[in-house]
């Protein structure tokens, strides 16, 4: 469940935060590589949900 920190995040927040865990794949064993890609997904999701329920 995501916190409201997590919803409200700015994009550039969330890019920011979203490059470094990315970045950090390169020294993560590959056990830990699928936490890393859903945490991502979880918020490159919501990102486009709050996009697409933003008002015009």
Known sequence: MM???EI???PEGL????ESRLS???ESPVDQHVPIYDAVHRD???ALGSE???PD
């Open 3 to 5: 916190d409201d920190e």
């Open 15 to 18: 890019t920011a935060r979203t």
């Open 24 to 26: 950090a794949l390169d």
């Open 44 to 46: 490159l999701s919501a």
């Open 52 to 54: 697409t329920s933003a």
């Open 8 to 10: 409200q995040m700015p």
